[in-house]
């Protein structure tokens, strides 16, 4: 098992560059990975049981110690990132397909790597966990209604169908994962370390599907959506700590909504996008799958260097060091 944790933690570290390197491959042959696509659902089951095995009852204790922190907090997931997406896109002057990847990509709810990067930065991680969670579980109905309201105009989506896949492919995994922690403790404990290894194979497998199935349309508007990604995601964290410092929370709570708010479950994204639109509407959110990891865990070393005297920094146990 020490082996296996050894594994897992350099994988976590080299995430980014694994997936880099994937996504060099798919673009390079894009035809050795014909058919990828139609598994990335699955795929995402697999991470958001996983997610969900991570999960405890004490994770939500902080909704009753401080509810208006994670109001605050998931407000901030579900406003700040859809308009920016939907602000970006259109700034960029992207196709309605490029546009639709980008607002799907803000709509989606936290991942378990903001959890991990938080605690780096010694940020509140009971916060940020609390936030990951809720979040994924309002999905299923916020996320609809938001690529309905700022994609429905350019583009055909139902709300109903999209309700009905961020169910299958978040709500159900997640919640048979907690269950199977609850159910079965011992179980799950021997199996937790093995869990960043699957996540980080599940969204590098992700990764190879979607450039694979897009190649084309990344060479041609390759630079201008790897500037709109990351435009995204720096000012989705800016803005997440700009809204904490405005509301007078702590600096550690501050660098918790920065990392929530700019660090999305891109894995999602893409499965949505590839299910309801195309594989090129998949493309922002593979791209945010390799920046946003750089990104966080940049912004988590700096943050890291300038502890905050006095606070609680408590350690995401068993939490995946990476997420889609």
Same mark, same amino acid.
């Given at each position: =098992?020490n082996?296996?944790?050894?594994?897992?933690?350099?994988?976590?570290?080299w995430?980014?560059?694994i997936?880099?390197?994937a996504?060099?491959?798919?673009?390079?042959?894009?035809?050795?990975?014909?058919?990828?696509?139609?598994?990335?659902?699955?795929?995402?089951?697999?991470i958001?049981l996983?997610?969900?095995?991570?999960?405890?009852?004490?994770?939500?204790?902080?909704?009753?110690?401080? @509810?208006?922190? $994670? %109001?605050?907090?998931?407000?901030?997931q579900?406003?700040?990132?859809?308009? #920016?997406?939907?602000?970006?896109?259109?700034? #960029?002057?992207?196709s309605?397909?490029?546009t639709?990847?980008?607002?799907l990509?803000?709509?989606?709810?936290?991942?378990t790597?903001?959890?991990?990067?938080?605690?780096?930065?010694r940020?509140?991680?009971?916060?940020?966990?609390? =936030?990951?969670? *809720?979040?994924? !579980?309002?999905?299923?109905?916020?996320?609809?209604i938001?690529? !309905? !309201?700022?994609?429905?105009?350019? $583009?055909?989506?139902?709300?109903?169908?999209?309700?009905?896949?961020?169910?299958?492919?978040v709500?159900?995994?997640?919640?048979?994962?907690?269950?199977?922690?609850?159910?079965?403790p011992?179980?799950?404990?021997?199996?937790?370390?093995?869990? @960043?290894?699957?996540?980080?194979?599940?969204?590098?497998?992700? *990764? !190879?599907?979607?450039?694979?199935?897009?190649?084309?349309?990344?060479?041609?508007?390759?630079?201008?959506?790897?500037?709109?990604?990351?435009?995204?995601?720096?000012?989705g964290?800016? $803005?997440?700590y700009?809204?904490?410092?405005v509301?007078?929370? @702590?600096?550690?709570?501050?660098?918790?909504?920065?990392i929530?708010?700019? =660090?999305?479950?891109?894995? %999602?994204?893409?499965?949505?996008?590839?299910?309801?639109?195309?594989?090129?509407?998949?493309?922002?959110?593979?791209?945010?799958?390799?920046?946003?990891?750089?990104?966080?865990?940049?912004?988590?070393?700096?943050?890291?260097?300038? @502890?905050?005297?006095?606070?609680d920094?408590?350690?995401?146990?068993?939490?995946?060091?990476?997420?889609?």
């Amino acid at each position: =098992m020490n082996r296996v944790r050894q594994v897992s933690a350099f994988v976590g570290r080299w995430f980014a560059l694994i997936v880099l390197v994937a996504g060099a491959i798919a673009l390079a042959t894009p035809s050795t990975f014909d058919g990828w696509a139609a598994q990335i659902p699955l795929l995402l089951q697999i991470i958001m049981l996983g997610m969900g095995m991570t999960l405890r009852p004490r994770d939500f204790a902080i909704i009753g110690r401080r @509810p208006w922190a $994670l %109001l605050l907090g998931v407000a901030a997931q579900f406003t700040v990132m859809p308009l #920016l997406g939907w602000g970006i896109a259109n700034a #960029l002057s992207l196709s309605a397909v490029l546009t639709a990847g980008m607002i799907l990509v803000g709509c989606s709810p936290g991942g378990t790597a903001s959890n991990v990067m938080v605690f780096l930065a010694r940020g509140d991680t009971a916060l940020s966990v609390a =936030m990951t969670s *809720v979040s994924t !579980l309002l999905a299923p109905v916020l996320t609809p209604i938001l690529v !309905l !309201l700022l994609v429905g105009e350019d $583009l055909p989506v139902s709300a109903s169908d999209l309700f009905v896949s961020i169910v299958k492919i978040v709500l159900v995994p997640v919640l048979l994962g907690l269950v199977l922690r609850l159910l079965l403790p011992r179980l799950v404990e021997r199996v937790i370390d093995v869990l @960043p290894l699957i996540s980080v194979a599940g969204i590098t497998a992700v *990764v !190879l599907a979607v450039v694979a199935g897009s190649a084309s349309t990344l060479l041609s508007v390759g630079l201008l959506i790897v500037l709109a990604v990351v435009l995204h995601n720096i000012a989705g964290l800016a $803005l997440g700590y700009a809204v904490g410092r405005v509301c007078r929370m @702590p600096v550690s709570s501050r660098r918790a909504l920065s990392i929530e708010v700019g =660090m999305q479950n891109s894995g %999602l994204a893409a499965a949505l996008a590839t299910v309801h639109f195309s594989p090129a509407a998949a493309l922002p959110a593979a791209i945010f799958s390799v920046w946003h990891n750089v990104s966080g865990s940049t912004l988590a070393s700096y943050w890291s260097r300038r @502890p905050v005297e006095g606070d609680d920094v408590t350690s995401p146990k068993g939490a995946p060091a990476n997420n889609p």
